[in-house]
């Protein structure tokens, strides 16, 4: 059975840095595209940051470009997301998603994801 498990969500202030990070299990984690989304109240689903299974090559959503770092330990099965400068338009629901889909572009998609977490709440504060 594959799980992903969010941990790490909370009430931070503007210009605070903070981590979540992401178990997984009961999948082939090294050979996964690992990617975080966000969703906040009344908005679609958002691209934030996704790393591929190899060359750690990763992406991120432009806007959180330059201020979020996702990383990836295939032998711990996690993957990290890394926030700095956190403003209040950072506040959502932040959830870690997989794919073993040979993915282009569309790994900026939620929709071709397999897996994915319960979602752990981000609340940043003005």
């Known amino acids: 059975q594959v799980q992903l498990v969010e941990s790490g969500g909370g009430l931070v202030q503007t210009g605070d840095s903070h981590r979540l990070s992401c178990v997984a299990s009961?999948?082939?984690?090294?050979?996964?595209?690992m990617g975080w989304f966000r969703q906040a109240p009344g908005k679609e689903r958002e691209f934030v940051a996704a790393v591929k299974w190899s060359h750690d090559e990763t992406y991120y959503g432009d806007s959180v470009l330059g201020r979020f770092t996702i990383s990836r330990d295939n032998a711990k099965n996690t993957v990290t997301l890394e926030m700095y400068s956190l403003r209040p338009g950072d506040t959502a629901i932040y959830y870690c998603?997989?794919?073993?889909?040979?993915?282009?572009?569309?790994?900026?998609?939620?929709?071709?994801?397999?897996?994915w977490g319960q979602g752990t709440q981000v609340t940043v504060s003005s």
């Open positions: 998603a997989a794919t073993d889909s040979l993915l282009g572009p569309a790994l900026k998609t939620a929709r071709v994801y397999d897996y």
């Open positions: 009961g999948l082939a984690f090294s050979s996964y595209t």
